[in-house]
């Protein structure tokens, strides 16, 4: 296991030796996942999954932070389904670059219920590792270029450790420039 510099306070641990901390499609994928090897998995308070809050709380850099959001559009009555991976410290261009690639008229973030169900994990703990396989996973250039990032494992009560040449490498992963904008 190598050393990461993002963990701040926690302690990384093997995935393979804590599976109660990531969702069920989460630990199936990282099981048929080449470079699984290269992923650890943080323990952490469930209460302080959001983004701002882990940060602050663990001492882990926001820089380091990816989130992930599952977008939906519609064309001919068919709801197309996609998932976005960029850094916290940006946003999403849902409505130009993702609009334009799930080739939909209007695209949106996939409503909380629905995201949850499709995908087999928590809400605010969905990650790019295994979503459902027909999904594109969009990666913003400077995800797929980061060293070591913090993402979320499936469950609220974890988080991922992984470099981003690991996600950009995940089946179904596009890196796309101007994927992500700066927060106004």
């Keep these: 296991m190598s050393s990461w510099s993002i963990a701040g306070t926690l302690t990384p641990e ?5 599976a109660d901390l990531l969702a069920e499609p989460v ?5 048929a ?3 699984s090897d290269r992923v650890a998995v943080v323990e952490i308070d469930a209460e302080l999954a959001d983004t701002a809050q882990f940060c602050e709380a663990y001492s882990s850099p926001l820089s380091a932070s990816a989130n992930c959001v599952v977008v939906a ?3 001919a009555g068919e ?3 996609a998932a976005a991976l960029v850094l916290a ?7 130009g670059v993702i ?5 939909v008229r209007k695209a949106s ?10 995908t087999g994990m928590a809400y605010g703990g969905i990650t790019p590792i295994g979503l459902p396989a027909d999904w594109p996973i969009l990666i913003d250039r400077a995800v797929a270029e980061a060293p070591e990032l913090v993402i979320g494992s499936g469950l609220r009560g974890g988080k991922l450790l992984v470099p981003g040449p690991v996600l950009a490498a995940l089946p179904g992963a596009e890196v796309l420039d101007g994927l992500a904008r700066a927060i106004e």
């Excluded at 093997?14 to 804590?18: E, K, L």
């Excluded at 630990?27 to 099981?31: G, I, Q, T, Y």
């Design 99 to 103: 609009k334009r690639r799930l080739d």
């Design 79 to 81: 709801v197309r389904y």
């Design 89 to 95: 410290t940006t946003r999403a261009d849902v409505n």
């Design 109 to 118: 973030f996939a409503p909380m219920d629905d995201a949850v169900a499709l």
């Design 73 to 75: 559009g519609k064309r």
């Design 14 to 18: 093997p995935t393979t030796s804590r």
């Design 33 to 35: 996942l080449p470079e």
């Design 27 to 31: 630990a199936k994928a990282l099981a």
